[in-house]
């Protein structure tokens, strides 16, 4: 069964730009949720999508934003970027939704905002 | 949601058993018990889940006391290829529950 695949792996952006970044999730998976890795803040939650539905937001501002599609995939968009955004985006697909359960997360896509 | 707190790093060598304990005081009766693996510029992987007592797979074990409050994770015969972070995390599986990620345990695996 292939993974989570994220695309692209690696993204430079200019402050005040758009993002969009993509996630396929595990094939059967109806969860898909998103986190931001930054070395000074760690691992924190944007957000969970379950069958299209946003069903748990994390605490960042309204410039993030996802959406999921009927099969499942996808996307996170970033607008009016910021040089703190910068950062290793990472999705994770489980079956179910609920924290908890196990999640399996893809590679990441490494945005630099310059 | 329970907050978690584990040692920042540990030291081991190769064929040792490491073990990492987290403390959660405030564990709720529903809380799981879940630890994952992380190595650079990864996404993190999933080891072990428990409620209670002791669980055991194929990569690591994790022993939970009976009041809950901590729960040891125990790596057997470590090799290089197991340093990585590992992170604890605890919660519920219900809907609306979101995974919220500690600062995590740096393991450096020496030869």
């Known amino acids: 069964k292939a993974g989570v695949t994220q695309t692209p792996r690696y993204l430079i952006k200019t402050r005040g730009q758009q993002v969009t970044l993509s996630c396929s999730p595990i094939?059967?998976?109806?969860?898909v949720s998103w986190y931001q890795q930054t070395p000074g803040q760690g691992l924190q939650f944007l957000f969970e999508?379950?069958?299209?539905?946003?069903?748990n937001k994390g605490n960042f501002p309204g410039r993030f934003s996802g959406r999921q599609f009927s099969n499942s995939r996808s996307e996170m968009n970033v607008s009016t970027l910021e040089l703190g955004d910068s950062a290793l985006y990472l999705c994770?697909?489980?079956f179910g939704t609920g924290g908890i359960n196990e999640q399996y997360f893809g590679p990441g896509t490494r945005l630099t905002v310059t | 949601l329970a907050k978690t707190t584990q040692p920042i790093s540990m030291d081991s060598y190769e064929g040792q058993e490491v073990n990492i304990t987290c403390s959660h005081n405030?564990?709720?009766?529903?809380?799981?018990i879940t630890w994952y693996q992380q190595f650079p510029s990864q996404g993190p992987r999933f080891i072990i889940q428990?409620?209670?007592t002791k669980v055991t797979n194929e990569v690591a074990s994790l022993f939970i006391p009976a009041d809950r409050k901590s729960s040891t994770l125990s790596l057997p015969r470590v090799s290089l290829s197991d340093t990585a972070v590992y992170y604890c995390?605890?919660?519920?599986?219900?809907?609306?529950?979101?995974?919220?990620f500690g600062g995590g345990t740096r393991v450096l695996v020496k030869p």
């Open positions: 428990g409620y209670k």
């Open positions: 995390l605890v919660g519920g599986k219900a809907a609306g529950n979101k995974l919220t």
């Open positions: 094939s059967g998976h109806r969860s």
């Open positions: 994770a697909s489980s």
């Open positions: 405030n564990i709720a009766t529903n809380d799981y």
């Open positions: 999508y379950f069958s299209e539905t946003q069903r």
